[in-house]
Every structure is written in structure tokens, then in C-alpha cells.
């Protein structure tokens, strides 16, 4: 049957999901009908060791043994067969259940089944010999018993395999859809001559396998079926030869429709064998059969669809190129998310010793009042004549007094008049012992001061690893989406190219989410660009039944090749232009802007404005924009982009440095626009109909205070509107003559262009003339049209 698309995630049907008790299960129950209905195929002369064959497997699992064992040993005496052979193939049987323990250590299921038909052999030999003829054909009869027990052992092996690890297998190799059709066959006549009013059982349960085969695995598995179908038939003596050639060739017309529709395969299997049936043998030879076939063609067709997209899954016979692709990129995220997540963790970690640091909560403790006591003693009073009467005689009366004064300098500076009245009596020299005192405690403080800024960058970088963190984590979860890449599509636009003698050396056709896709095409470039846009792009969107956007990556480059991208066309399409003037004409301006599309049918404007003027804030500020525009780039949240904004000002220098932020985003499916404003000007969207709505803030800059929060606005934009984002330079031109801020608002009510370039001119060329020709700051105008794609 066709398939689509290719991501298929489960292969497999759990065939131990329904469990009768802890002894047996659906599989257990499986094993069973195979062992008993295999053990009654009986060939020439009551020859039937396919029981004994399929039981050789099972030695080595003692899951299925015993159920299997008993199934088996139970088929073999209610066979109908003659009672020598009933009770050879149950000694059989028994023998080597008996010494199962000892077989199953054997390394190869060949050696395995060589030894049960040679347990087989004497048996079968000393049957002949004692009921037979004793005449050639007897003992060939043996050797072939031998042989067929072997062979079939062997072969079963690879089907009863496949039945126990089918959720473990991306595809089912030939010898298992060889092996899983002897199976089926051989236990659908194993049934006998069961039957009701005349119809078969195994004759509508033949039609029905070699049908599911059919629809399931096209031509080659429906002749297959229908050739060990008719084989087994023919061998049993049900039939004659002519029915394997019947069967076969039915199966083949009816694979051959499996992509059109079940009924149509059903149909193509029923009248190829009516024809074949009556061309051969005459329409009304044997009315029976084509009973059974119409009744097995009437199951068939009420199976319903999931059965048969369940049944796909288990005997898919090989892995198309899109599924190994997509098996090897789900392998690869797995692998690539494991490794994140484990990276992620260690920077959380690391994010958590930053913060188990003990702080210092005041200049100096007890400890350190003590030092400084030490201190004072050693560098004023270890000399002194009082130092006897002082130190030893009055050491804890001095020892409280200095206490006393130390604990008095941590509300400021202290001369003699603030120390106690006894101490300045008693003391030779006071005003030593309050300046060196001064001092130490200044020490103390600048060493505090120090510490605390330290504490400062230490919960800086701590929150900025947290943010590496996060951002990893986002990452990993990124992977979870669902990429498939469809290398039939790309085959498919390939040969569409082709055909219209355009030569391209690479097609990937990668579908995402949702409906969304994206092809790129790379290719020798054409140096204008021009077959791009006037060929690629139509030929491109008539090939998928949609209207797409084109993104041109080196088609004016002079490099030997150009990539082509092509995504689903937008509701919305935006285009921006800028103006821009520096301060007093500097070289360096210290606006900082940027514009460009992202991700997900997004696009970013942004301005940003440093403290102070020339190279200093065009450092500032250009910082802000490179890790803004790589950042979004990378898919990263705006909220952790910007948190690393302002822990990179705080951390790039000693002095405070920051620059102002004003972030828009638009999303071109949905038609919103939504902006994040760090000490930015108001935002200024002008309407169709000339009414002009505002956006301000009223958020501080970033690199000033190590906790921000964002003012965030969304606003809902339409065909037409324009979005004009100022740094101060340009509101402010209007505060020296009277304008105000609002300046701005009156000019865009009277602006009669519809050129985004003029616009932002326009603008400038306004401010310029409100600063009578003087730039006192640096000016940057970004104007954004919004149009309907």
C-alpha cells in the first residue's frame, strides 16, 4: 500500500499486549495453532514432520516450550494419520523435549535442526522396515522425510524469529516473508477437510492470505503466497499442480493493484482466477472452489483499513529511503539531545556553587574587630611606657574601650571628641590610636566595597550561566519537533527541473511543522539572479500548489554557485529602510540598528542607542546588536537574549556602561507586532487612514541594574500601516523650539508619500531643520512597511 510521508515511529504491533495469564499471552497463543495445525499437514504417505520441525526452534526458549510442546504432541494425535506414524512423530516429539535442555546448547539453529531430523531418521528407518515393503521407493520416502525436516526446520527459524522480535525490526527480509508464508499455508492445511455446507475452510483461508499478501506487498508477495499456497495444496494431494500456477498468477494481478484500492486488488485476484480456472479446467468443472474464493474475497473486502495499516507495519518488506532518513535523524536528535541536556545540567550546576557562595552582610565582625584591635596594639601601644599598665594590668578595660570605639567609626569617620572621656585621659596618645584606627576600619571598607562588587559580577555571571542554561534547554527541546525529509518530493522536483532544461546540482525538500516546508535548491549561479525570479519561482510553486517567498543566498556574489530558498509564502510581507545621522558629523555613530528575518515567519527591527557619544557608544551599542542578531538567530528566547545584553554591560567594564534597546518583532502569519522597549523611544505605527498609534516605556536601559523586567506590547498590524522606530536624537529635536516630543505624531499625519525610504528622509531632514542644521545627538530612523502578500 502507498505511503506517506516519512515519519513512522512504531514499526511494530505488540504481539504481547493481550495476556490470558502469566503463562500465556497472544504470541504464546500463536505458537500454539502453528505447533498444532502444522503437526496435521500431512504429505505422501503419511509423512508430516513439520510439527517436529517448528517444536526444534523452540528448545531454546523456555517462554514458549511447554505451551508449544503440548499444542504440538496434541496436533500430532488427532492427525488422522495411521497409527505408526502418529506414534513415531510423538516419540519423536517427546525425545527431544526430554533432552531440550542439553540440544538447546547448541550455537546454530542448522545444527539444531540437523540433529532432530537425524533423531527423525532411525525411527522413520525402523518404521519402513517393520510395516514396509522394504523396496526402494520406502527408503527414499525416508530420506526424504530427513531432508524435509531439516529444510523446514531450518526455514521456519527465520519466521518464528521475526514473530518474537517484530517490534525490534525496521523491515522483514525475504527468507522471513518466505518463512512466514510457509507457515500460514502449511497450518491453513493443516486444517483438513473442515468445512460448512459444502465450503472449505482452508480453501477461503488460502484465498484470504494470498489476498492480505496481495494488497500488503504487491505483486511479488501475493505470487509468493500464491506459489507455497498451490505448493502446499499439490504436495498434500488437496489439488493438483495446475492450482499452484492458478493461485501464483491470481496473486500477481491482484499485487499489481494494491496502490489503487483494496477492492480493485480483490476484484483484479477473483476474476484472474475465474479466467485461468475455466480457461484450464472449464467454468463448472469444480463450482466448489470458486465458492471458496468468493467467500475468501468477501472477508477480505470487510477487513477494515486499520488492520491491513497495522499488518503494513509488521511485514514491511524494505526500508525506503525516507524512513532511513528518518530513522537516522531520530537516531541522531536522541543522541544530540542527550548531550545537551547532560551539558545543560552541568551549567545549572555550576549556576548553583556561584550561589551557595557565603556573602559578607557588613564591613567588619567580631573577628575582624579583634584584628584591627591587634593591629592598633602592635603599631601604638607595643612601645609605649603604658603599655605594662595598659595591656596587662587593664587589658580587658583597654581591650573594651578600643571596642567601643571601633564599633563607633562604622557610623562614620571619628575624631578624639567621640571616643569616651576616659580613655582620652588615660591614654598618652589618643590621637594616634583614632587615626590609626580610621584608617584600618577604611581599609576594611574598601576591602567590603570591593567584596560586594565581586558579589556583584559573581550573581551576574550566575545568572547569565542560568541563561546558558536555559538557552541549551531550549535547544534540546527544539530538537523534539519533527523534521522529515522527503527524498521522493525532492526526486520528484529534480525531474520537474529537468524538464524545463534548468540543471541544479542539489534539492532538499525538508517538511516542519504543521503544513510548513522549505526547499532549497542550490545550483551553478546565473550572475543576475534573474532565473530565480522569473523561472525558479514559478515553476517551484506550480509543482506544490502553492504560493511561496524566495530567499536568495549569493546570486549577485561572484562565487561559482547561489542557494535558492523557497517557503510557503506569508500573509504579510515587510520592507524597511533607514536614515541615519551621527553626532557633529563623528566618524562613529553611537545608534546601533538592525533588521532582518529570523525564524518561524518572524522578522526583527532594532535600534539601539550607547551612553555618551562617538566610539564609546557605538561600542556599547553595536555590543547590543551583534549579541541581539546572533542570538535570535539561533532561535534563543528574547527574554534570555536580552538578559545576556545586560550581563555583558555589566560585566565589560569597571565603569557603568549601558545603551538603550527597542526590539520589534513581527510575525508575518499572524500580523502581530510585538515590542520590547529597554529605555527606548516610543514606537510610532501610522495607520492607512493617517491616525498614528504609540508605543512608549518608561523601562530603564540595559547595563544599569543586574535584574530587568521587560515592558512587552503587542499590537495587531494590517496591509498598509507603517512602523517607525526613532532613537532620542530624533524626539528630542523638538524640545528646543517649542514642539515637544509629539512633533513626530503631527509630521506623519501630514506625510502624503507611501515610500518607506522617503519617509525616513523625510523625518531626518525634519529633526535636522527643528536643530536649525545642528546634530547635538545622534539621529537613526528605521521605517517598516507592512503590505499583504
Not at 483499513?305 to 514491511?316: A, D, I
Not at 541536556?341 to 564591613?363: C, G, H, P, W
Amino acid at each position: 500500500m502507498e505511503r506517506n510521508g516519512a515519519a513512522v515511529k512504531n514499526r511494530g504491533i505488540n504481539l504481547n499486549k493481550l495476556k490470558i495469564n502469566k503463562y500465556i499471552n497472544t504470541k504464546t497463543v500463536i505458537f500454539m495453532l502453528l505447533g498444532f495445525f502444522l503437526s496435521r499437514f500431512t504429505i505422501v504417505d503419511g509423512v508430516a514432520p513439520f510439527g517436529i520441525a517448528f517444536f526444534l526452534f523452540f528448545v531454546k526458549l523456555d517462554q514458549y516450550k511447554y505451551q508449544v510442546f503440548l499444542s504440538t504432541l496434541l496436533g500430532i494425535l488427532l492427525s488422522f494419520n495411521d497409527v505408526s506414524s502418529i506414534a513415531k512423530y510423538s516419540i519423536c516429539l517427546v525425545i527431544i523435549f526430554a533432552f531440550s535442555n542439553k540440544i538447546k546448547k547448541l550455537d546454530s539453529v542448522a545444527k539444531i535442526s540437523l540433529l532432530g531430523a537425524a533423531i527423525l531418521l532411525p525411527m522413520s528407518l525402523g518404521q519402513t522396515a517393520y510395516y514396509g515393503n522394504n523396496n526402494i521407493y520406502d527408503f527414499i520416502i525416508v530420506f526424504m522425510e530427513f531432508v524435509v525436516t531439516f529444510i523446514s526446520s531450518y526455514i521456519f527459524s527465520f519466521g518464528t524469529k521475526f514473530l518474537i522480535n517484530n517490534r525490534n525490526k525496521m523491515y522483514i527480509s525475504p527468507e522471513e516473508v518466505v518463512s512466514l508464508s510457509l507457515l500460514i499455508a502449511f497450518s491453513i492445511i493443516g486444517i483438513g477437510n473442515i468445512g460448512l455446507f459444502g465450503v472449505s475452510a482452508r480453501g477461503v483461508l488460502a484465498t484470504v492470505l494470498i489476498l492480505i499478501a496481495s494488497i500488503l506487498g504487491g505483486s511479488t508477495l501475493g505470487a509468493t503466497s500464491g506459489v507455497i499456497v498451490g505448493l502446499g495444496f499439490m504436495i498434500s494431494n488437496v489439488v493438483s499442480a495446475l492450482y499452484m500456477g492458478v493461485y501464483s498468477f491470481a496473486g500477481l494481478v491482484s499485487g499489481a493493484f494494491n496502490k489503487l484500492n483494496k477492492y480493485i486488488s480483490i476484484l483484479g485476484y477473483l476474476l484472474s482466477w475465474i479466467i485461468i480456472y475455466s480457461y484450464t479446467s472449464g467454468i463448472t468443472s469444480n463450482l466448489s472452489k470458486i465458492i471458496d474464493i468468493a467467500i475468501g474475497c468477501l472477508i477480505v473486502s470487510l477487513i477494515p483499513k486499520s488492520f491491513f495499516n497495522k499488518m503494513e507495519k509488521l511485514v514491511k518488506t524494505k526500508v525506503d529511503s525516507n524512513e532511513a532518513v528518518y530513522e537516522y535523524i531520530t537516531r541522531s536528535k536522541n543522541l544530540t539531545n542527550s548531550k545537551l541536556m547532560n551539558i545543560q545540567r552541568v551549567y545549572s550546576e555550576l549556576a548553583n556553587t556561584f550561589d551557595k557562595v557565603r556573602e559578607r552582610d557588613k564591613v567588619i565582625d567580631q573577628r575582624d574587630i579583634s584584628t584591627i584591635i591587634d593591629l592598633i596594639h602592635n603599631d601604638e601601644c607595643q612601645y609605649c611606657s603604658m603599655q605594662r599598665i595598659c595591656w596587662e594590668s587593664k587589658f580587658n578595660y583597654t581591650y573594651n574601650l578600643i571596642y567601643e570605639i571601633i564599633e563607633k567609626i562604622e557610623d562614620g569617620e571619628i575624631s578624639t571628641r567621640d571616643i569616651p572621656e576616659n580613655f582620652r585621659k588615660e591614654c598618652m596618645k589618643p590621637e594616634l590610636i583614632v587615626r590609626v584606627a580610621n584608617y584600618y576600619y577604611k581599609l576594611y571598607a574598601l576591602d567590603y566595597d570591593w567584596s560586594m562588587k565581586l558579589s556583584e559580577s559573581r550573581k551576574v555571571i550566575s545568572k547569565q550561566i542560568k541563561d546558558i542554561s536555559k538557552s541549551i534547554e531550549c535547544i534540546s527541546k527544539s530538537l523534539d519537533h519533527d523534521i522529515m525529509l522527503n527524498l521522493d518530493k525532492e526526486k520528484e522536483i529534480f525531474d520537474e527541473l529537468q524538464r524545463y532544461n534548468i540543471i541544479v546540482d542539489k534539492v532538499n525538500y525538508i517538511q516542519e511543522n504543521n503544513d510548513d516546508f522549505k526547499i532549497t535548491i542550490e545550483m551553478k549561479n546565473c550572475r543576475d539572479g534573474c532565473l530565480c525570479d522569473e523561472k525558479l519561482l514559478k515553476i517551484i510553486s506550480n509543482f506544490v500548489g502553492e504560493s511561496l517567498d524566495i530567499q536568495k543566498i549569493g546570486c549577485h556574489c561572484l562565487g561559482e554557485s547561489c542557494k535558492v530558498i523557497f517557503t510557503k509564502a506569508e500573509k504579510f510581507k515587510v520592507v524597511t529602510e533607514v536614515a541615519t545621522m551621527s553626532r557633529d558629523g563623528h566618524i562613529f555613530c553611537g545608534d546601533n540598528y538592525t533588521f532582518m528575518e529570523i525564524y518561524d515567519g518572524k522578522y526583527m527591527m532594532a535600534i539601539s542607542d550607547g551612553m555618551g557619544k562617538g566610539k564609546k557608544a557605538y561600542d556599547e551599542s553595536s555590543v547590543t546588536i551583534d549579541i541581539l542578531e546572533n542570538m535570535m538567530e539561533a532561535k534563543i528566547d528574547k527574554e534570555i537574549v536580552i538578559n545576556t545584553i545586560n550581563n555583558m554591560l555589566l560585566l565589560k567594564s569597571s565603569e557603568e556602561i549601558f545603551s538603550t534597546l527597542d526590539l520589534g518583532i513581527v510575525d508575518l502569519k499572524k500580523g502581530r507586532l510585538e515590542t520590547v522597549k529597554m529605555g527606548a523611544c516610543s514606537t510610532y505605527i501610522s495607520r492607512e487612514n493617517k491616525d498614528v498609534d504609540i508605543i512608549s516605556s518608561s523601562s530603564l536601559p540595559v547595563g544599569i541594574l543586574s535584574e530587568i523586567n521587560l515592558d512587552r506590547h503587542n499590537v495587531k498590524i494590517k496591509n498598509g500601516d507603517f512602523i517607525i522606530m526613532v532613537s532620542d536624537g530624533i524626539v528630542d529635536a523638538g524640545k528646543n523650539n517649542d514642539f515637544g516630543e509629539n512633533w513626530l505624531i503631527y509630521f506623519l499625519k501630514k506625510l502624503t508619500t507611501t515610500n518607506p525610504k522617503e519617509i525616513a528622509n523625510q523625518i531626518l531632514d525634519r529633526a535636522l531643520e527643528l536643530q536649525l542644521g545642528e546634530v547635538d545627538d545622534d539621529m537613526t530612523v528605521l521605517v517598516t512597511k507592512v503590505v499583504s502578500n
